[in-house]
């Protein structure tokens, strides 16, 4: 896929219209924010996510399972990607999915999961679009608060997005 492809060519995870036009107009012009599309398998969307942990390569066939599943269940799950115009590549990426509740009046709730951008990207703000984007999912789908969970290490980087420290995470791995 030599050549970046336009939104309008692509088939995509949901709507642009919760993409913020803000964001997007505070990334250098090589660069392209759009929700997480169906042919980003060949745009090396999992080798974005390996610097953030072990990610087995399913196969385009299974990778694309995984797509229609999330997209299936409507109005749950938001990836988005930054592209690198150039080499029509995803350099960042990031999801926030969106719970919905009994309590807080049948409120929802944004949990941000899944940022990475690429190494050699990294330090030139698209961590923080990311966030920014993800925010205004969340945000514009009614949600009373968005919330992730991160490392000591991560914690400033998180603190400039606009988030602050509460309470504790728990794990039980299987
Ligand atoms: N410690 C202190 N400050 C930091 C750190 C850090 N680890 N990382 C970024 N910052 C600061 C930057 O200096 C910048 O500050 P400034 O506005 O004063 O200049 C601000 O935070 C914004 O930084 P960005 O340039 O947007 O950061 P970047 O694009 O490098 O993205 C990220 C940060 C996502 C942590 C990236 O380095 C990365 O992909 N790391 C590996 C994977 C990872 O740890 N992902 C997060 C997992 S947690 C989760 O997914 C919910």
Request: hydrophobic share 35%; with cysteine.
């Amino acid at each position: 896929m030599p050549s970046f492809t336009q939104d309008s060519d692509l088939d995509l995870l949901f709507s642009t219209d919760l993409i913020s036009s803000e964001v997007k107009s505070q990334l250098h012009p090589d660069l392209h924010l759009r929700p997480l599309a169906s042919t980003d398998y060949h745009r090396g969307h999992l080798d974005v996510l390996r610097v953030l942990t072990i990610v087995n390569d399913p196969g385009e066939q299974c990778w694309l399972s995984q797509f229609n599943a999330l997209r299936s269940t409507p109005r749950t799950y938001y990836t988005v990607v930054i592209v690198d115009k150039p080499t029509d590549k995803i350099v960042a990426v990031g999801t926030v999915f969106i719970e919905r509740k009994f309590l807080r009046g049948l409120g929802s709730v944004g949990h941000i999961e899944d940022i990475a951008v690429d190494k050699n990207q990294q330090g030139k703000k698209l961590g923080l679009r990311i966030i920014q984007a993800l925010t205004y999912v969340s945000e514009n789908s009614g949600c009373y608060k968005t919330i992730l969970n991160c490392s000591e290490a991560n914690i400033p980087f998180y603190e400039k997005c606009g988030y602050q420290k509460k309470e504790s995470e728990m794990a039980k791995y299987a």
